[in-house]
DNA sequence: CCTTCCGGAGTAAACGATTACTCAAATCGT
DNA sequence: ACGATTTGAGTAATCGTTTACTCCGGAAGG
């Protein structure tokens, strides 16, 4: 037997001569006691190595202090880097967390929100959620880092993202800025809002510098993917002769990219210039190092640890949907202006 | 209201028209129960949509169906590939995970711990434990993918780890049929334990080969990134004169090397071939492409997550040391056979 | 001195499941 | 046809907390 394992309130309660009332009172800190009864149960508290129950609290309160994060793909470092800042953030509030990793499958987040119901969840965060989660109403949630297909303004949940069109826009200046005339886009087929933002940055930025927008120089990728990026450049490159840039809507796509112009043995950025999305802890690491857009996870993830507790404890919360700026990070996939 | 709220076994009861502890029998398949009353049990349940209250099943039988993992860094990517899987895995067996990133901090390794024991996880799951993790015996769990320093063989716990000792002999092998006769091993500085298995097969394949094992050409990264490797490559590189290798314990530090030789101006492998250990998603699109030693992390997750759930059933384990071997993956850093 | 109030602490009813006991009815063996 | 056994299902205790009530005694106020 562990020392952990026999020790209930009640016992502590006999130990220390009071009710389990009492014991309770002290260890939340609500209600009323003497300052001498705290000594005491606290004392006792402290040499018997008691540590309450959370399952027992859980179900009395209907609260468990662990919050659910349903993420599409742990092992995209981008959602990898939120999750682990979200957790130490949570954490450092008291809250622990349950990571449900989807796959991108609908069928098993909705297991797993099941499941997080069941749990009695006090919170959950929905990084790039899918089109169709949904959870009840009376759970708080909040969606991070992409707004679900289904979101609308006033009255839905809260949201924070990016600054997604201003990246774009930034990416594609920065492309312009190196000389490219003929850009090509490269980003998933059901591009998901945050897709679709950025590639209203991109079209700003065109117009603004007098540039027409062609609609062939834009590429689906059945699936984000380092290998389907590869594929689709090594395919699409014969065709467009004067090919100068590559807007890629993430770092994984562009890393794709790269490795299909090193086969096709073009220099970047001498001949062509490429910029990434997201700023993944490696980005600096390619061949040649990548400019990209970096988002601010910690400010991303800050909001919706903040905005999650505020609903949590019932406070109101100041704005329904953040926006977290980014930032250019210029490195040598583009040319330096010319 | 949501739909979930207010549903309890005892609703489910009173609208199928019999008592709690047959929906109970019924949910859990034990204990005797008609066909037709599990019937209309089954229907009620599924008409309402009625999820079972973990938490107070949890209280009851004091087992929660949640395992805790624990790990030092969940945005390496060998990590974090080995906690997908885990997840997956015992999901598939009606298990939830709770992710404890330590951060390699013993003190937040025992916090996260306390919390775990307080939610009465029904196992834990440690990987690369650290030097001083202690979790009362009576609770399962297991060691994954290293092992403590205060690990004794016969009556510890179950311990799964990658045939490291092989991998590192594999490694070298690689690069002395590459040519290479000046070996640098490039490893953190308190080598853990699979570290020093490495280096074991590294010093026996360089005997099998007549080759001296110098103890000049190991060298210590303060902490295994990038970033340190890069610049240990840039420091040390002078003093070598015919390095025509380098052994990486990781395939982070076999990029920070990589890195390094782009900056000294050295081809790969032409003038110097580098391996890596772990084949991390991203190792077959460095540049050059990585070879390095492939860890099988869908055996070693199985094996984890077989005797976790053989624990906690009270099942006997057929063996306490799970040994998982490796394999070669050879891409373009090392020189063909020459 | 009597009423009122309040601080301190206890009693007991939840929270929502599981499961040991019961018990009635149905089935069986002889 | 009658006792024995099996089957199906209900009753209620229990897990470890929290918290709405209750109660007592002393301080304050008139």
């Known amino acids: 037997m562990s020392k952990y394992d026999a020790l209930n309130i009640k016992q502590i309660a006999e130990l220390s001569g009071v009710s389990v009332a009492t014991v309770s009172r002290v260890i939340n800190q609500n209600g009323r006691f003497s300052?001498?009864?705290?000594?005491r149960v606290r004392r006792v508290i402290e040499e018997s190595g008691y540590?309450?129950?959370?399952?027992?609290?859980?179900?009395?309160?209907?609260k468990n202090h662990v919050i659910g994060i349903i993420v599409p793909d742990i092992l995209n470092s981008h959602f990898a880097g939120l999750v682990l800042e979200l957790e130490k953030k949570l954490f450092a509030h008291g809250?622990?967390?349950v990571i449900c990793n989807t796959n991108e499958?609908?069928?098993l987040e909705k297991k797993h929100i099941d499941t997080l119901i069941a749990q009695q969840v006090s919170g959950v965060i929905f990084i790039s959620g899918t089109k169709t989660?949904?959870?009840?109403?009376?759970?708080?949630?909040?969606y991070?880092?992409?707004?679900?297909?289904?979101?609308?303004?006033?009255?839905?949940?809260?949201?924070?993202?990016?600054?997604n069109r201003t990246g774009g826009y930034l990416a594609t200046q920065k492309l312009i800025e190196s000389g490219c005339r003929n850009i090509a886009v490269f980003c998933s087929r059901d591009m998901d809002t945050?897709?679709?933002?950025?590639?209203?940055?991109?079209?700003?930025?065109?117009?603004?510098?007098?540039l027409s927008c062609d609609e062939a120089m834009t590429f689906d990728l059945h699936e984000v993917s380092i290998l389907q990026a590869r594929d689709e450049?090594?395919?699409?490159f014969p065709s467009i002769p004067n090919l100068d840039g590559v807007l890629c809507m993430t770092d994984t796509i562009a890393l794709g990219v790269i490795t299909g112009l090193h086969e096709l043995n073009i220099t970047i950025p001498e001949q062509v210039s490429v910029t990434g999305f997201d700023d993944a802890p490696l980005a600096a690491y390619f061949q040649p190092p990548l400019t990209t857009i970096r988002q601010d996870i910690g400010a991303l993830s800050g909001a919706a640890v903040e905005s999650l507790i505020k609903m949590i404890n019932g406070e109101k919360l100041e704005s329904q949907h953040v926006v977290v700026p980014v930032s250019l990070v210029v490195r040598k996939s583009t040319r330096q202006q010319v």
Chains 1, 2 share one sequence.
């Open 105 to 107: 499958s609908i069928e």
């Open 194 to 210: 945050n897709q679709q933002a950025r590639f209203i940055g991109y079209q700003e930025a065109l117009a603004e510098s007098g």
């Open 133 to 142: 989660c949904k959870v009840t109403q009376d759970i708080p949630a909040v």
């Open 35 to 39: 300052s001498e009864t705290e000594a």
């Open 51 to 62: 540590v309450p129950n959370f399952v027992a609290k859980s179900l009395r309160t209907s």
């Open 233 to 236: 450049m090594l395919r699409i």
């Open 144 to 163: 991070l880092d992409r707004r679900p297909a289904s979101y609308c303004e006033p009255s839905d949940r809260v949201l924070i993202e990016s600054d």
């Open 95 to 97: 809250y622990s967390t």
